[in-house]
């Protein structure tokens, strides 16, 4: 099994560009979610989807949209990218009712300028 | 809301020696999951322990072992026999598992194992 993939590893956008963040797991979990990681705020979930066709808004959702047409793709788009937006992002996955423990993917560095 | 508190942003250690990592959190609610989890360098998160808030005996897993204090809603990480491959940031996670279905991360805690 590959886990969580995740790409690109590192992008860099101008201000107003817009793009795609690609996340797949083979492991067949239900439960996904995209996270930034910004230095002293930990982990803050942007959204997350507890099934195919199924997304819900986390802490940070503004300016990022999902959707989850598989259980095995989860991408989180970027439609006009913006300098607070320079982040690295973390895409997880868990199987519910199995421990809940997430698996995460190498995740994506994103500078926009 | 439920809240994770990491009080201490940096850390250091011998090694070899034994280093105690704190967590606090907030909830109202009585079935969840916390978790501890491991970033080094490489930015890969990994998970360290994890604790069924209804199981009374704390999680251990090797050199990690916990101090789960459910009325207090503390969670602390006691790491044993300090390696330089400890040296990361820990990140304290929340999870409740019904409602609203939402990890919550603490702030982190960067720890340096010193040789």
């Known amino acids: 099994n590959a886990g969580v993939t995740q790409t690109p590893k590192f992008q860099v956008l101008k201000t107003g560009q817009s793009m795609t963040l690609q996340c797949a797991q083979d492991m067949n979990h239900e439960y996904m979610s995209w996270y930034r990681q910004d230095p002293g705020m930990g982990l803050r979930l942007i959204h997350y989807?507890?099934?195919?066709?199924?997304?819900d808004q986390g802490e940070v959702p503004n300016g990022y949209n999902v959707s989850r047409s598989t259980t095995e793709d989860f991408p989180l788009r970027l439609l006009s990218a913006a300098p607070s937006q320079t982040s690295v992002y973390f895409c997880?996955?868990?199987?519910?009712?199995?421990?809940?423990?997430?698996?995460f993917g190498p995740g994506t560095r994103l500078l926009v300028l | 809301a439920q809240t994770v508190t990491q009080s201490q942003p940096e850390m250091s250690v011998q090694e070899a020696e034994t280093v105690t990592l704190s967590c606090t959190y907030d909830?109202?609610?009585?079935?969840?999951?916390l978790f501890w989890y491991k970033q080094p360098p490489s930015r890969q998160m990994i998970l360290v322990i994890r604790?069924?808030?209804?199981?009374?005996q704390n999680a251990t897993e090797n050199r990690f072992s916990v101090n789960f204090q459910k009325a207090a809603k503390s969670f602390s990480l006691k790491i044993s026999d300090s390696q330089l491959g400890d040296t990361a940031m820990y990140f304290c996670?929340?999870?409740?598992?019904?409602?609203?279905?939402?990890?919550?991360f603490g702030t982190g805690t960067r720890l340096k194992v010193l040789a």
């Open positions: 997880a996955s868990s199987d519910r009712g199995a421990g809940e423990t997430q698996y």
């Open positions: 996670a929340f999870f409740h598992t019904s409602g609203t279905y939402k990890y919550i």
């Open positions: 989807s507890v099934g195919a066709g199924i997304t």
């Open positions: 604790q069924e808030a209804y199981k009374q």
């Open positions: 909830t109202s609610e009585n079935n969840y999951y």
